[in-house]
């Protein structure tokens, strides 16, 4: 996505897209993919500057290390104790989880939006320019 609309951009060729329809969906598409990337970036920070404390205070990493099979994880076995039982520190994990919850819930939502976008955008292409799929 991105390489193409910058190719466009910046080598003048948006020009040749003499169609205002298609000019402002594919302007639409890009502004979605781009302000998504940006919620993005910025709940990646948030989770290191977030959540990863919180991690360190209630999970073993020992346990965490025993977990992880390649890319995906397995349930540790015998039931690991917590590093704390706190409840002010388990309360503010539970906080985290659902901020991180809510995050990938908009990230589907929107990613939905900008596919919805894009699949409009490409048949309008082909309308407009009387192209065959």
Not at 25 to 46: A, G, H, T
Request: aromatic content about 10%; cysteine-free; glycine content about 2%.
């Amino acid at each position: 996505h991105d390489r193409t609309i910058l190719e466009l951009k910046n080598s003048g060729n948006w020009r040749l897209i003499n169609k205002k329809m298609v000019s402002n969906s594919l302007q639409l598409y890009d502004e979605l993919v781009r302000s998504l990337n940006v919620y993005i970036e910025q709940r990646e920070e948030s989770l290191v500057q977030i959540m990863y404390p919180s991690l360190n205070k209630l999970f073993d990493n020992q346990v965490f290390n025993g977990m992880v099979m390649g890319l995906s994880f397995v349930r540790p076995i015998n039931n690991p104790q917590l590093l704390s039982i706190d409840k002010a520190t388990l309360n503010q994990f539970a906080n985290q989880i659902h901020f991180l919850k809510s995050s990938n819930m908009y990230f589907i939502s929107t990613s939905t939006t900008i596919l919805n976008n894009a699949k409009k955008t490409l048949t309008l292409i082909r309308q407009e320019y009387n192209e065959r799929e």
